[in-house]
């Protein structure tokens, strides 16, 4: 895990992933994720978001098309799925690969 802040837009970062946690009670929009890929790509990882929100319409548009992994997290039931196919692959996959 990265610090708190002044992350570059990566809160976890594993051998594949770039990860942003994103504690959110509305949606996540396009932005948070553009900032994600970027962040991610720039490390020579594999964006992926993890919400415990939703996606905005412009969000879920941008993440399928760019293949980015969103998963929703409950913290209260510690229960996850994902919000668009790619990270229903990546859940499936035990998170280890889930280039498309």
């Not at 802040?5 to 396009?30: A, E, L, M, N, R």
């Not at 790509?41 to 996606?55: C, E, H």
Request: proline share 4%.
């Amino acid at each position: 895990m990265t610090a708190q802040t002044g992350d570059g837009g990566v809160d976890v970062v594993s051998s594949i992933w770039g990860v942003q946690v994103k504690h959110y009670v509305g949606s996540v929009p396009v932005d948070e994720l553009r900032a994600t890929m970027g962040a991610a790509l720039a490390l020579g990882l594999q964006p992926m978001l993890w919400t415990s929100g939703s996606l905005t319409e412009s969000g879920r548009q941008f993440a399928d098309l760019a293949l980015i992994p969103v998963v929703h997290y409950n913290a209260e039931t510690a229960e996850i799925n994902g919000l668009n196919m790619p990270a229903t692959e990546a859940l499936n996959d035990g998170l280890a690969t889930a280039q498309s």
